[in-house]
């Protein structure tokens, strides 16, 4: 606010100078035109506006240089001899590709990632002091070594089988866990790192599918087997249980219960064709 003031009590002094002078002395209007015009763009140096999704980084020769404080968005003022570097601070999107990495059994992987970073505005000032006014596009040769750095030192730790099936995304964790750090350093925020792609090669590929083919066969061949198993369990205890409930019934059938259940059943009607002893020996019954 001090330098505001001051700004505008020195303008508002240097026109009433320009006004006498003016005033006092022959000289051609254009020239005190001028003047007045120069003194009406002096306030206006005086004043920055750090747009959205931006930071500033101010500096100034008479003050060691570059200035630590990181100016937030909005309406700032400044000495005229600051000069105020804009720093975006938005999501940028980088695919690298053609990423070649050594795994843990000497194989070579080439690979296509994707990685979303921006600025952290509370470490621009570490961003500026490294890489100065320069966006992220402009080291997207330095973001891309880096990356490509911290996937091989991952990579290395695991056969290319795991790298290219079961690990892939053990792989991309770490890998993004290490990149983060890193680039941290240097202000940089890693939001996000996708794997697209890996290729090893038509021998290795084939050599993963055929793999993969025997794992899923094994894998079938073993759940048959339990199912199987399985299945014969059931039976077994199916047919003790019929069983167990045959000799129960055996146990409990008496003649006298088998005759009841026979006149039960019986309609009254004689039958025509008797074989053996008179019908009621058949309907006999034991006391």
């Known amino acids: 606010m001090g330098l505001i003031i001051t700004s505008v009590i020195l303008t508002l002094l240097t026109i009433g100078g320009i006004l006498t002078y003016c005033t006092y002395t022959e000289h051609s209007k254009k020239i005190c035109l001028l003047g007045f015009l120069w003194l009406l763009l002096i306030p206006f140096g005086c004043f920055t506006i750090i747009g959205v999704n931006t930071v500033g980084i101010m500096y100034n020769p008479f003050k060691n240089g570059v200035q630590n404080e990181v100016l937030a968005e909005g309406f700032k003022s400044k000495s005229p001899f600051d000069k105020i570097y804009k720093i975006s601070t938005e999501v940028q999107e980088f695919t690298f590709k053609d990423l ?21 505005r509370e470490k621009a000032f570490e961003y500026f002091k490294k890489y100065g006014g320069k966006n992220l596009k402009n080291i997207q040769s330095i973001l891309s070594n880096t990356t490509q750095k911290q996937l091989e030192k991952t990579s290395i730790q695991y056969n290319i089988m795991q790298v290219l099936g079961e690990k892939r995304d053990e792989i991309v964790n770490k890998t993004s866990e290490e990149l983060r750090k890193e680039l941290l350093n240097d202000g940089i925020l890693v ?6 792609d890996t290729d090893a090669g038509e021998a290795i590929e084939k050599a993963i599918e055929k793999e993969a083919s025997a794992k899923k066969e094994a894998e079938t061949a073993k759940y048959q087997k339990e199912k199987a198993e399985l299945e014969g369990e059931a039976k077994v205890i199916q047919a003790k249980k019929e069983k167990e409930a045959n000799e129960l019934k055996q146990k409990t059938l ?34």
Do not use: A, H, Y
């Not at 990495?101 to 070579?108: E, I, K, L, R, Y």
């Not at 074989?275 to 309907?283: A, K, R, T």
């Open 191 to 196: 939001e996000r790192i996708v794997l697209v």
């Open 254 to 287: 008496t003649n006298q219960i088998l005759t009841e259940k026979m006149i039960e059943k019986w309609d009254g009607k004689m039958p025509t064709t008797m074989v053996g002893q008179d019908i009621l020996s058949l309907l006999k019954i034991n006391k």
């Open 100 to 120: 070649t990495v050594q795994t843990g059994d000497s194989q070579w992987v080439n690979s296509i990632i994707q990685i979303q970073v921006r600025i952290d």
